[in-house]
């Protein structure tokens, strides 16, 4: 937890994204769609009206810089908050804080690091203090709001999406970084144009990407007569692991878990083991794979195989109990056990039957002799009046029908050949020939 933190006075030690951290809108850059003249956002800060507010999206597009800004403008006490070391404790603490505040006659804007982070207690902690206007809740997240955080504390709150930086806007913040004497303004640097061009394509709208590299770069750079020289050489070594292109909330996220779902469907281990490093390396959530990895066992596999709905909820787990990156060996060991696994999808395909039916004929009444009969009303009724307990029965069969009698005959699952779900579809083959012999 940091108080009053973002506008102190840095040391030139300070990393470089530390020292060039926009002290004022108008040094901000990007999210014009916000902060243009006449948007919403800026329309709300320049007339001291914020409300609780959600920033949504990518690292480094300045969510922290901008709610330091909005409290820095509407003059109201600030606390950073992060959900990665913070619990109930500490919120009720801060909370006390925030309503002698307020009781003083002062707002206080309460910044949330990684909100998403938070489980449904910690955030409902919140709540009664947004409502009775003790603070100004400003979270941040890389993830879906929707998903990600309570719907009472989502619903007080205006959720903003903030957009990666396009590549004009970092070179601006790099040449700004180079002229600005809080970056490298009171030495001489040499870097080209194409050189900064480059970097901004590396950071893939990240602004603090983009910065860290710039820094790397001239303090690696060549020194003589007090100037600095970035040479193509430094700078292909600064930038020497590839970036890979991967927003976990855009189009290319859900294309890579495509590719990797198809790959394993078509049983080919190896493509499936490239998507998954490519997910894993460019920083996915290992968990997420894991319960994508779930489910295809299930959808794809089945009956087949049914071990492998074993093997990845166990990499799920292993994921949950260790993390990156010693996981992905667990999820390496689920892709290629999916890949090499007999595939069927009759079980899916029998649940989509059934919910199409289910959906359609809502109202069809359970059989009597099906429905439970606790009270003596109910067996007058004939609730329960015929059911035949299976366990009575020497081959723990019986005739007894079980759907409505208007589905009578219906068949949603229809197993195939694969791997043990042969013997599944010999076993209920058999249980057919039983119901319909003497019936």
Same mark, same amino acid.
């Given at each position: 937890?940091?108080?009053?933190?973002m506008?102190?006075?840095?040391?030139t030690?300070?990393?470089?994204a530390?020292?060039?951290?926009?002290?004022?809108?108008?040094?901000?850059?990007?999210?014009?769609?916000?902060?243009?003249?006449? *948007?919403?956002?800026?329309q709300m800060? =320049?007339?001291?009206?914020?409300?609780s507010m959600?920033?949504?999206?990518?690292?480094?597009v300045? $969510?922290t &810089? +901008?709610?330091?800004?909005i409290?820095a $403008?509407?003059?109201?006490?600030?606390?950073e908050f @992060?959900?990665?070391?913070?619990?109930? $404790?500490?919120?009720?603490?801060?909370?006390?804080?925030a309503?002698?505040?307020?009781?003083?006659?002062?707002?206080?804007?309460?910044?949330? =690091?990684e909100?998403?982070?938070?489980? $449904?207690?910690?955030?409902?902690?919140?709540?009664?203090?947004?409502?009775?206007?003790?603070?100004?809740l400003?979270?941040?997240?890389?993830?879906?709001?929707?998903?990600?955080?309570?719907?009472?504390?989502?619903?007080?709150?205006?959720?903003f999406?903030?957009?990666?930086?396009?590549?004009?806007?970092l &070179?601006?913040l790099?040449?700004?970084?180079?002229? =600005?004497?809080?970056?490298?303004?009171?030495?001489?640097?040499?870097?080209?144009?194409?050189?900064?061009?480059?970097?901004?394509a590396?950071?893939?709208?990240?602004?603090?990407?983009?910065?860290?590299?710039?820094?790397?770069?001239?303090?690696?750079? /060549?020194?003589?007569?007090?100037?600095?020289?970035v040479?193509a050489?430094? +700078?292909?070594?600064?930038m020497?692991?590839?970036?890979?292109?991967y927003?976990?909330n855009?189009e290319?996220h859900?294309?890579?878990?495509?590719?990797?779902? *198809? @790959?394993v469907r078509?049983? =080919?281990?190896?493509?499936? +083991?490239?998507?998954?490093?490519?997910?894993?390396?460019?920083?996915?959530?290992?968990?997420?794979?894991?319960?994508?990895?779930?489910?295809?066992?299930?959808?794809?596999?089945?009956?087949?195989?049914?071990?492998?709905?074993?093997?990845?909820?166990?990499?799920?787990?292993?994921?949950?109990?260790?993390?990156?990156? /010693?996981?992905?060996?667990?999820?390496?060991?689920?892709?290629?056990?999916?890949?090499?696994?007999?595939?069927?999808?009759?079980a899916?395909?029998a649940?989509?039957?059934?919910?199409?039916?289910?959906?359609?004929?809502l109202?069809?009444?359970?059989?009597?002799?099906?429905?439970?009969?606790?009270?003596?009303?109910?067996?007058?009724l004939?609730?329960?009046?015929?059911?035949?307990?299976?366990h009575?029965?020497?081959?723990? +069969?019986?005739?007894?029908t079980?759907?409505?009698?208007?589905?009578?005959?219906?068949?949603?699952?229809?197993?195939?050949?694969?791997?043990?779900?042969?013997?599944?579809?010999?076993?209920l083959?058999?249980?057919?020939?039983?119901?319909?012999?003497?019936?």
């Open positions: 937890m940091i108080q009053q933190s506008f102190d006075d840095r040391q030690s300070s990393p470089l530390s020292r060039m951290r926009p002290q004022s809108l108008d040094e901000f850059l990007g999210q014009s769609h916000l902060l243009g003249e006449g *948007k919403i956002m800026r800060i =320049d007339a001291d009206a914020v409300t959600i920033f949504w999206g990518p690292p480094g300045g $969510k &810089t +901008l709610a330091g800004v409290a $403008k509407t003059h109201a006490h600030f606390i @992060s959900a990665v070391t913070s619990g109930i $404790k500490e919120i009720k603490e801060v909370m006390g804080k309503e002698s505040n307020r009781v003083m006659g002062e707002r206080t804007i309460l910044f949330v =690091d909100i998403h982070r938070f489980n $449904k207690a910690q955030q409902d902690a919140f709540l009664p203090f947004v409502e009775k206007g003790s603070i100004i400003i979270g941040a997240t890389t993830e879906n709001p929707s998903f990600e955080i309570n719907s009472a504390l989502l619903s007080r709150c205006k959720v999406v903030l957009h990666a930086l396009s590549r004009e806007e &070179t601006a790099l040449e700004r970084a180079i002229s =600005d004497p809080r970056g490298f303004g009171n030495e001489g640097v040499g870097i080209t144009d194409d050189m900064l061009s480059a970097i901004a590396f950071a893939n709208g990240d602004a603090r990407t983009a910065l860290n590299t710039l820094e790397m770069a001239l303090l690696n750079g /060549e020194r003589e007569n007090g100037r600095i020289t040479t050489e430094t +700078l292909e070594q600064c020497s692991r590839k970036s890979l292109l927003d976990k855009g290319e859900y294309n890579l878990i495509s590719a990797l779902h *198809k @790959s078509n049983s =080919d281990a190896d493509a499936g +083991l490239y998507w998954l490093a490519r997910m894993l390396e460019a920083g996915e959530d290992p968990l997420y794979v894991a319960r994508r990895l779930v489910r295809f066992a299930s959808e794809d596999v089945g009956l087949a195989d049914s071990r492998a709905l074993d093997i990845c909820v166990a990499a799920y787990q292993s994921c949950h109990f260790l993390g990156m990156p /010693e996981c992905n060996v667990h999820l390496a060991h689920a892709v290629i056990y999916l890949a090499a696994a007999p595939k069927s999808n009759a899916a395909t649940y989509s039957l059934a919910a199409k039916d289910a959906r359609e004929m109202a069809e009444p359970v059989p009597l002799h099906l429905r439970n009969a606790p009270t003596k009303l109910m067996r007058d004939d609730y329960g009046k015929g059911y035949q307990y299976a009575d029965f020497e081959d723990k +069969l019986t005739r007894m079980c759907l409505p009698e208007s589905l009578l005959g219906r068949k949603y699952y229809r197993p195939t050949n694969q791997g043990t779900e042969s013997r599944i579809k010999e076993r083959e058999q249980i057919e020939a039983f119901k319909n012999e003497k019936s």
